[in-house]
């Protein structure tokens, strides 16, 4: 047991995460510090001129109306995020009481969150149908005569999308809070409930503060995972009808493989990354004012 | 104990860095390949074909299904030239295909022959080197051979690709629903006219009138190819009153005669045009020559009914201003680097003179003045022959002497166009917004790329 | 005697709950039934309304069709298999091995490397589309399978993951092993991953999911057919039976079904997994 030995051994911490270092350096550092490089030309793919064109793609972004566009449809996706929050708190505190089947419930709701996206993506759109789909038969034997255009007009096919997200994401959200109500004693709340207060008093006053953490860490994460996400929205509208469906990361994609434009994908996907950014740095702001413990 | 631990760590370790080196290594040979075609990737048949035994292997991409004709093409020129054999690979021709097209390139694949579907791709694969200019060749005179339609498929002022296939473009009737309606079957006609027809043709909730997308946009192009897609002072000229013209009776033939489906509505429902037409529920479809590649299976596309055709119709009024899309298409390229180049030229040649015969059942008759178009439009008509209306046929696909146009539009600005006007006919702008909106994009585009 | 009167007080209250929110669970797995039902339908009967949940005659030729025709889901299912299998034993066991690392030794530059890892999680994958696809096309290794397996060996969640867990097993078991002399090779082979059992079920399970439902990078590194995962052959399906709803929804069926079976068997350790990350990280 020397010192030379323990040395040794605290050098095998390189080795430890050399083989990951590796792939994150291959994977992750070179090919964003090479797409950090790629923003300052204006390199299309096949052009045999690649020119260094200084701030040209910034500004060219900055002056953008489908750049603004698609951040705008950036945001009404992400609205889906706060709804499947709430939606998965109200779950969750449900299938936190005494009920039966509570595994079986709970397994149910998560469903939706870990199948292929694409593959559920194309049954929506035919649910959505807007002349024939299950979900305007529907509200029309209910009443409601004209019933939206779903996927087929520029003002409701975002929340068509939406609907899909939160539907995706709710099961999730359920599944945290789940654990998250594990950890409010049940002491407090019969003492809450001795003192008169009503269920929705409870739920609001009581509840809601204590599982805030929770509620920061999947409003966070899940705006994180919402901008990157593209899949869903290329598979059934590819951006359209019109523009009402281009989000930024779509607009990432059919820049450099529909117009080869390398250069300025680049460029948008760097806003895409400040956009992040400066959701993480709420985080850290935001955790110390916004959370009651 | 210690020492097993310590080898499957170190195992794996390996395992690991060697994949990683394995495939940077294999890096350095595809950078190769591209740069120049001495690379290692060189097949065994690379050298002339004259000087070593083995036969000459040629690539060539194509969109077109092989079950479609192009299996069948090669097939018959294997069995003649032993000494060149012809493989065919199907991109399919959309975004991801043509960027495998590309990629395939670039990395020095074999490639040997290609063929462009529209102008802007082809363009943009000249600009990148991968297209032989075939002038260099000289012993064959395209503009003779094809006609004064080729003209359009001209790259700054080279033929880096040869038009093959007569690309007829036109709306296809439903004769018994016409005859019906004692309609006749137009030679030439205007969108009114044809709005005033789908009004009439129109049986109950059903629509009169359909179009397959891809031949949407083509009055504006008719439009702006001859009058210029900028005005002179170098604007956007996609405010051209006849482009408002086709927007405003679209919208009409949408929302007010309901006698086509709206936009959105045939967007996301994916609706199948050739089947709507060709089952008898809609008397008239705008489309292209493609189409007989279903309207010849009458398995899968049961019909009862005689197939007219009609010019697609014009949004001027005066006919001697009007030219229509179409002529000739299938714009067949030489890679500039391969290896072959004299055995591809052999082939292509001999495709064009008739070779693709066999594509015409697929709706593709060669545009060359020495192919056989009788035994063409047999293979084109097969058993069917019947079914078809032969006399307006022939008048589309021959005898309309209307000048043509090739599509020549950067993909840009086809996208900001086509997101504007789905606005429009969903009803989220207004005809002069949507003008408005094109114009600015499109200035801006110009703005851009200048 | 209280008890009994709880119950009794109680179970109708307890059964109404349970009944409103399998309603609502229903309404949740809507989506599949009704895919289910589609396939197993003749075209006319996609749209009838109100829907029929159990068709009048059901047919087995949309489900044949999609596995049998020409475009068969074998090959797509075994490409998925063959990359998800691959890519969730390697970024399992490569996870483990960094997080041991910065988890248990303590070494120069530990935590900057380690905020270096966290950090490469804001970027998003779009940053990083257009280098790689222009590195895969050098490498020549863009349209093979290696483009997705060679990445996917590597999640940072993944080693973020495991390091909270290694964390949290207590210093003394591994400390006295120390003391006798075991080196770190040893007590990671000998004596976490055994410990991490768990843990590293969960971490494949989720990323076998990931692997499997990743529609994004196969849509940019592969080109070719015989290539194509699953969610690509999906959606290439659909692109060419655009008419044929029946065939569309047997497919999302194949497409579904095996994440079902991986749900319905991991469901604790997925479950408890993302709780645990989410909880803890």
């Not at chain 1, 706060?82 to 419930?105: D, E, H, M, R, T």
């Not at chain 3, 119950?7 to 209250?13: F, G, R, V, W």
């Amino acid at each position: 047991m020397t010192n030379n030995w323990m040395r040794r051994q605290r050098l095998l911490g390189y080795l430890f995460i050399g083989p990951s270092m590796l792939g994150v350096l291959l994977f992750f550092l070179i090919p964003a510090a090479y797409s950090f490089g790629l923003m300052f030309t204006n390199y299309k793919f096949m052009s045999p001129n690649v020119e260094f064109v200084g701030l040209d793609n910034i500004i060219r972004l900055l002056k953008d109306e489908m750049f603004y566009l698609s951040l705008k449809n950036t945001f009404y996706f992400l609205l889906a995020v706060p709804v499947s929050i709430v939606l998965g708190f109200l779950a969750a505190v449900v299938l936190n009481q005494k009920i039966y089947l509570k595994k079986l419930l709970r397994g149910l709701y998560f469903m939706p969150y870990i199948t292929s996206g694409v593959a559920v993506a194309f049954v929506w759109m035919l649910l959505f149908h807007p002349t024939q789909g299950p979900i305007n038969g529907l509200l029309r034997s209910i009443g409601i005569d004209d019933p939206p255009g779903w996927l087929s007009t520029t003002t409701s096919s975002m929340v068509a999308i939406d609907i899909i997200w939160i539907w995706f994401m709710l099961g999730y959200n359920m599944i945290i809070y789940l654990a998250a109500l594990q950890e409010v004693s049940p002491e407090l709340l019969e003492a809450a409930k001795m003192d008169g207060a009503r269920p929705g008093q409870i739920l609001r006053k009581i509840i809601w503060p204590l599982v805030s953490p929770t509620t920061f860490l999947l409003l966070i994460t899940g705006l994180i995972m919402t901008i990157k996400t593209f899949g869903i929205i290329q598979a059934v509208t590819q951006g359209g009808p019109g523009n009402s469906t281009t989000i930024l990361s779509l607009y990432v994609y059919q820049n450099a493989f529909r117009y080869y434009d390398m250069g300025y994908a680049s460029t948008i996907s760097w806003a895409l990354f400040i956009l992040i950014l400066l959701i993480t740095l709420a985080q850290w702001v935001g955790q110390k004012r916004w959370v009651h413990y | 104990m210690r020492k097993k631990g310590w080898f499957t760590g170190m195992a794996s370790l390996i395992l690991v860095m060697g994949v990683l080196a394995g495939c940077s290594g294999g890096g350095n040979n595809g950078s190769n390949g591209d740069g120049s075609n001495a690379g290692s990737e060189a097949s065994p048949s690379a050298g002339a074909p004259a000087a070593s035994g083995d036969p000459v292997k040629l690539t060539m991409w194509g969109g077109v299904p092989p079950e479609a004709g192009p299996q069948a093409v090669v097939d018959a020129w294997n069995k003649e030239h032993p000494d060149i054999q012809v493989e065919y690979v199907r991109y399919v021709n959309d975004d991801e295909g043509n960027l495998k097209l590309d990629t395939a390139m670039m990395t020095g694949q074999d490639v040997d022959l290609f063929v462009n579907y529209t102008s802007s791709q082809a363009t943009k694969r000249v600009e990148a080197g991968l297209a032989l200019d075939l002038g260099t060749f000289g012993d064959y005179n395209i503009d003779e051979k094809m006609g004064p339609d080729a003209k359009g498929w001209q790259i700054n002022g080279k033929y880096y690709g040869l038009p093959t296939t007569k690309s007829a473009y036109f709306v296809a009737l439903n004769k018994d629903a016409l005859d019906a309606a004692g309609l006749p079957v137009p030679k030439d006609w205007t969108w009114d006219e044809l709005r005033e027809y789908a009004k009439q043709l129109k049986a109950g909730g059903g629509y009169g009138f359909i179009q397959n997308l891809e031949p949407f946009v083509d009055p504006i192009d008719s439009v702006l190819t001859k009058d210029g897609y900028t005005k002179a002072d170098g604007t956007s000229n996609l405010d051209h009153p006849l482009v408002k013209k086709w927007l405003e009776t679209l919208n009409a033939m949408m929302e007010e005669d309901k006698s086509t489906p709206p936009l959105g509505e045939q967007l996301t429902s994916k609706m199948p045009v050739e089947q709507e037409f060709l089952s008898g529920k809609v008397p008239m479809l705008n489309i292209g020559a493609w189409l007989l590649r279903s309207s010849n299976n009458f398995t899968d596309f049961p019909r009862d009914f005689k197939i007219a055709f009609a010019p697609v119709p014009r949004l001027t009024d005066n006919a001697d201003e009007y030219v229509a899309r179409g002529g000739i298409g299938d714009y067949i390229s030489i890679n500039a680097k391969s290896k072959n180049q004299a055995a591809a030229w052999e082939f292509l040649k001999w495709y064009a003179d008739g070779g693709m015969a066999p594509m015409a059942a697929g709706g593709r008759l060669p545009a060359s003045k020495d192919a056989d178009q009788d035994a063409a439009l047999n293979s084109l008509l097969g058993d069917k022959a019947d079914t078809y209306d032969k006399e307006s046929m022939m008048y589309v696909l021959f005898d309309n002497r209307t000048p043509t146009f090739v599509r020549s539009l950067d993909q840009e600005v086809v996208d900001l166009r086509s997101q504007e006007y789905e606005k429009y006919f969903l009803g989220a702008q207004s005809v002069d917004e949507t003008l408005a909106a094109m114009v600015a994009r499109h200035n801006e585009y110009l703005k851009q790329t200048k | 005697m209280e008890l009994r009167k709880r119950l009794t007080s109680e179970a109708p209250k307890k059964l109404l709950v349970t009944l409103i929110m399998l309603l609502l669970a229903i309404v949740m797995i809507i989506p599949f039934l009704w895919m289910i039902s589609t396939s197993l339908k003749t075209p006319a009967q996609v749209f009838e309304y109100p829907i029929r949940w159990i068709p009048a005659n059901p047919t087995w030729e949309h489900h044949v069709k999609v596995w049998t025709g020409p475009k068969s889901f074998g090959t797509y299912y075994w490409n998925s298999l063959k990359i998800a299998v691959i890519g969730m034993a390697g970024a399992t066991f490569l996870s483990a091995f960094a997080a041991y690392g910065f988890a248990r030794i303590e070494f120069k530059g530990r935590n900057a490397l380690f905020m270096l890892y966290l950090s490469m999680m804001m970027i998003p994958p779009q940053v990083l589309f257009v280098p790689k696809f222009l590195m895969f096309e050098w490498a020549g290794i863009y349209n093979t399978h290696l483009a997705l397996i060679l990445p996917g060996l590597f999640t940072i969640f993944g080693v973020f993951m495991l390091r909270q867990f290694f964390l949290s097993i207590p210093n003394e078991i591994t400390e006295s092993a120390f003391i006798d002399g075991a080196g770190h090779f040893r007590i990671f082979f000998r004596l976490i991953l055994p410990l991490a059992k768990p843990a590293l079920a969960t971490l494949a399970i989720i990323d076998f999911s990931w692997q499997w439902n990743d529609y994004e990078n196969a849509l940019v590194f592969l080109i070719d057919e015989e290539l194509y995962t699953v969610p690509l052959g999906l959606q290439n399906f659909i692109l060419e039976n655009t008419v044929d709803y029946n065939g569309m929804m047997a497919a999302a069926s194949a497409g579904i079904m095996p994440m079902i079976a991986v749900f319905a068997i991991g469901q604790r350790y997925i479950i408890q997994g993302l709780t645990n990350s989410a909880v803890k990280g």
